[in-house]
């Protein structure tokens, strides 16, 4: 690896409040901005959140490998060019800030989630990389649009990482299936080798699928409670019972032989059940005000079961 690209990574957080005469100027520009972003060495990802009700700012983040890297990429030529083109699109400036976070970290919303992994052809990289900006000019233009994440690949992987957030998954789906979205890929073929897309419509995907009659995730605190419920018990018990036996291992891997017995005891008998149990709780279709009222009480009730049962168990 490079020497100037070596260390731990570093990112920019940049947030700017886009005047209202040229929100179509400025997404012209942050898309050309990624593309730049993308093709300075030591980029790792670029994320972008669009301005929503609660945030009145656009919010994007370039991740590089280094914080020599992304000095060298903030300090350059190209990058002054483009932030100096940005000054008459936004309300006092842009606001910059350097970050170890990695992008992931830095906005969190509930949301359905499309992952895309796309194999490209070789040398046509660079060519990809505008046509990522292209698509990401359409793409926030659709309703429901909450964000985007762009990730070359790294040493020995060939696939680029694409994920898009939208606020639900008819929207999602409302770009995936547009013809808009249909005529950009089509104008990529000759760029691309193929590419594997994959829904996730939960924050728990596999622990609590989406409803069958709506195709809408369950509620995320709601999923999170029912984990609550059904993973307690399992750690409780190897607490007492596993624990012991795994003392005499390395602490990494008797840890590590826990963790992998609680996760497939959860994701397969109990999340399950759990979810029978609840269902007309989690899924808002199905939710009579019966069940509404009555789930929250039984819910805690099944709480204080368990801590009753394991009481004195240690």
Not at 205 to 226: E, F, I, R, V
Not at 256 to 268: D, E, H, R
């Amino acid at each position: 690896m490079n020497a100037a690209v070596a260390g731990p990574a570093s990112s920019l957080v940049v947030c700017a409040r886009v005047s209202a005469p040229h929100e179509a100027a400025f997404a012209q520009w942050h898309a050309a901005w990624q593309t730049a972003v993308l093709q300075s060495p030591g980029a790792l990802s670029f994320e972008y959140w669009p301005p929503t009700p609660d945030q009145a700012e656009a919010v994007m983040v370039a991740r590089f490998a280094s914080v020599a890297a992304l000095r060298t990429w903030r300090h350059g030529e190209g990058n002054r060019a483009l932030i100096a083109e940005a000054a008459d699109l936004v309300e006092g400036g842009l606001v910059m800030q350097l970050s170890g976070q990695a992008a992931s970290e830095y906005y969190v919303q509930h949301s359905a989630t499309a992952v895309v992994i796309t194999q490209i052809k070789p040398g046509k990289e660079d060519a990809y990389r505008a046509f990522a900006g292209r698509i990401q000019k359409v793409q926030e233009t659709f309703p429901g649009y909450l964000g985007s994440f762009v990730e070359p690949p790294h040493q020995l992987e060939t696939g680029w990482t694409t994920v898009l957030r939208f606020s639900s998954v008819e929207k999602l789906d409302g770009w995936l299936d547009s013809p808009q979205r249909a005529a950009l890929l089509a104008e990529s073929e000759e760029l691309i080798e193929g590419f594997h897309a994959q829904r996730v419509n939960t924050s728990f995907p596999g622990w609590a699928p989406a409803d069958p009659a709506t195709g809408k995730p369950p509620n995320m605190w709601k999923t999170a409670s029912l984990v609550l419920l059904t993973l307690f018990p399992v750690v409780m018990l190897e607490l007492k019972f596993l624990s012991p036996l795994l003392r005499g291992l390395n602490p990494a891997l008797g840890t590590f032989a826990g963790n992998a017995l609680s996760v497939g005891l959860t994701t397969w008998p109990l999340m399950p059940l759990a979810i029978r149990g609840f269902r007309g709780w989690i899924f808002p279709e199905d939710q009579s005000r019966l069940v509404a009222l009555a789930s929250p009480p039984a819910l805690a009730l099944c709480y204080l079961l368990e801590i009753a049962v394991f009481w004195r168990m240690l």
